[in-house]
C-alpha cells in the first residue's frame, strides 16, 4: 500500500541518519524530500504546504538540531503530523439500540454496492443483524448485484419490483426492518459516471425524507484528487459522516487519503484493501502513519488473524508473540493459513519489516510461494527450525536439496525470518509511539532500508560509532577488498 509514498518518506529520512549533528542547511534538504514524496504522491498542494510548515517548525528547533539523534526526532514529529493529518478519527459505527440507517453513495465505479456487503460483514462480526436495501432504480444490474452479495452474505435484501421511487422504497425498508427487529439498514442509492445535480437532488431528497442517521460516501482511492473533490462536492450537499476509500490494495498512490480530512473536514472511516468481502478496515490514522513510516501495523494484523484464522491457534501465536517468543514453525502456520487470494499479500504489508518478502511474492502466484517457503521450512530438522543459527552452508544445502529450491532462497528466508523476529521480539507490548522510535533504530542499525529489506543484525556491542569511524572502517575495508588472495596450499 502506497509503496512509493512509503519509499520516498523513509528515504528522505534516511539521509539524516548517522550525523551525529545536523544544521539547517542538511535539515531543509531532507524535508524538501519528504515535500517532494508527498507531491509526488498526488497528496493536495494545500495539504502539503501547511502539513511541510508545521513538520519544518518544530524540525528546526534547537532542541532537534542539538539533540543526541536528529533523525529519531524529526521522525517522530513526521510521525505526529502524519496522524493529525488523517485524523482524528472514531471507527466505531455508533448504533443505536433500535435501528440505525445509514445512507452509502457514491460515484459509479467507486464500488459502492460492494462496499455494503463488506460492510454488512463487519457489522454481522458483531453479532448485529442487517438489511441491504436496493434504492439504486437508476441501474437494473445494481439491484440484481445487492441480492448477490446478499445471498452470499447471508444478508437479507430489500427490493420492490417495478418501483421507481427511491424514497418510497427507503421508508418502506425502513418499516420492515422496525418489523423484524433489524439492528442496521444499508440504503444502497443511485450513482453517476459524475457528479450533476440530479443525483445531488435525489440524495437530498432521501436524506430529508427518510432522515438517515449517518451518511457514508465511497470513493475510489485510485482517482486521486478526483476523489477529494468528489467528497467536497458530497459534503457540501449532505454533510457527509465519514468517507470509505476503495481500491487502497492496487496502484493507489496515497494523495487521495492524505487529502480528505484536510480538505473536506470528513474523516475517513473504513478503507477497503482488497476485492473479497472481508478487505474492509475501520480507519486509525496511528496505524496507518506507523504503516506510510515502515512501522507496520501489528495491531491490525492481529484483529485481521482473529476475524480469519483458526481461533484456537491464534490465542497460542498472540500470546507467544506478546511475550516474544516466534520460531519458522509459527511462520509456517501463519503462512498456511494465510495462504488466500489477496490475504497474504495485506498481512505480510502489515508486519514491520517484510517489504522485500512482500515484493519478491508480488508477482507470484499466492499458493506456489507459500508451498515452496513451507517446502523450505519442512526440510529442517525440529532444532533448525527452532534456532535457524545452526543453519551453516552445509545444512543450507541440504535445505535447498531436499526443497527442491536453490541455497540463495534458504539463506534469505532464514534472513527475512531472523529480522522480522528481532523487531517482533522488540516491538512485543509496546505502543504506537516506542514502536515508531525502535523503528527508527533498526533503520539506523541497518536492519531495514527505505524498501522495506531486512538484513541481519550484526554482533557487537551496539555502541552507535561516530561519522569520523564509520569513514576509518569504510576505507579500510575497501582496503582490504583490494588486496589479493595469497597462493597456497588448501588446508
Do not use: W
Not at 133 to 160: K, M, N, T, W, Y
Not at 334 to 353: F, H, W, Y
Amino acid at each position: 500500500m502506497f509503496e512509493g509514498l512509503q519509499t520516498g518518506i523513509q528515504s528522505a529520512l534516511k539521509t539524516l541518519r548517522g550525523k551525529g549533528k545536523l544544521s539547517e542547511g542538511n535539515m531543509r534538504d531532507a524535508l524538501a524530500l519528504v515535500e517532494q514524496a508527498l507531491l509526488e504522491a498526488d497528496v493536495s498542494y494545500s495539504v502539503v504546504k501547511d502539513f511541510m510548515a508545521r513538520v519544518t517548525e518544530k524540525s528546526l528547533g534547537t532542541k532537534v538540531l542539538l539533540s543526541l539523534d536528529p533523525s529519531q526526532q524529526v521522525m517522530g514529529i513526521v510521525f505526529e503530523e502524519l496522524v493529525n493529518v488523517l485524523g482524528p478519527v472514531d471507527p466505531s459505527l455508533h448504533l443505536r439500540g433500535d435501528v440505525t440507517t445509514i445512507m452509502m453513495c457514491g460515484l459509479q465505479g467507486s464500488g459502492k454496492t460492494t462496499t455494503c456487503g463488506k460492510l454488512v460483514r463487519l457489522i454481522q462480526s458483531e453479532g448485529r443483524k442487517a438489511l441491504m436495501v436496493a434504492a439504486d432504480l437508476q441501474r437494473p444490474a445494481a439491484i440484481e448485484q445487492l441480492h448477490v452479495l446478499g445471498e452470499q452474505i447471508g444478508c437479507q435484501v430489500f427490493s420492490e419490483k417495478g418501483a421507481t421511487d427511491p424514497i418510497k422504497v427507503c421508508r418502506n425498508a425502513v418499516a420492515e426492518a422496525k418489523k423484524q427487529s433489524i439492528d442496521v439498514v444499508l440504503l444502497d442509492t443511485a450513482g453517476r459516471l459524475a457528479i450533476d445535480e440530479e443525483l445531488m437532488n435525489q440524495l437530498r431528497e432521501i436524506d430529508r425524507r427518510v432522515q438517515p442517521d449517518q451518511a457514508f460516501l465511497v470513493v475510489d482511492g485510485m482517482t486521486g484528487q478526483d476523489a477529494v473533490n468528489s467528497a467536497k462536492a458530497f459534503n457540501e450537499a449532505l454533510e457527509l459522516d465519514g468517507v470509505v476509500m476503495t481500491k487502497l490494495d492496487g496502484d493507489a498512490r496515497g494523495g487521495a487519503l492524505l487529502s480528505v480530512k484536510q480538505v473536506t473536514g470528513v474523516p475517513i472511516k473504513f478503507i477497503g484493501t482488497g476485492e473479497q468481502l472481508d478487505s474492509l478496515e475501520p480507519f486509525h490514522p496511528d496505524r496507518m502513519a506507523s504503516r506510510i513510516l515502515g512501522g507496520g501495523d501489528i495491531q491490525t494484523m492481529i484483529e485481521t488473524a482473529q476475524r480469519e484464522f483458526d481461533q484456537d491457534e491464534m490465542l497460542q501465536a498472540e500470546e507467544r508473540l506478546k511475550s516474544g517468543e516466534f520460531t519458522l514453525d509459527d511462520f509456517r502456520k501463519q503462512m498456511l493459513q494465510v495462504a488466500r487470494p489477496g490475504l497474504m499479500q495485506k498481512m505480510m504489508g502489515m508486519m514491520p519489516g517484510m517489504g522485500e518478502m512482500q515484493k519478491m511474492m508480488q508477482n507470484e502466484d499466492t499458493e506456489q510461494s507459500v508451498k515452496r517457503l513451507v517446502g523450505i521450512i519442512d526440510s529442517m530438522t525440529p532444532d533448525e527450525r527452532a534456532n535457524p543459527k545452526l543453519i551453516d552452508p552445509s545444512r543450507r544445502q541440504r535445505i535447498a536439496t531436499g526443497s527442491g529450491t536453490q541455497a540463495n532462497e534458504v539463506n534469505d528466508l532464514v534472513k527475512q525470518f531472523d529480522g522480522m523476529k528481532s523487531i517482533m521480539e522488540q516491538m512485543a507490548g509496546k505502543g504506537m509511539r516506542d514502536r515508531m522510535k525502535m523503528v527508527n533504530e533498526l533503520q539506523q542499525g541497518g536492519m531495514l532500508n527505505p524498501g522495506g529489506r531486512i538484513a541481519k543484525q550484526k554482533k557487537g556491542t551496539g555502541k552507535r560509532l561516530s561519522s569520523k569511524e564509520r569513514d576509518q572502517r569504510q576505507k579500510a575495508l575497501k582496503k582490504s577488498r583490494r588486496k589479493k588472495p595469497k597462493k597456497g596450499k588448501r588446508r
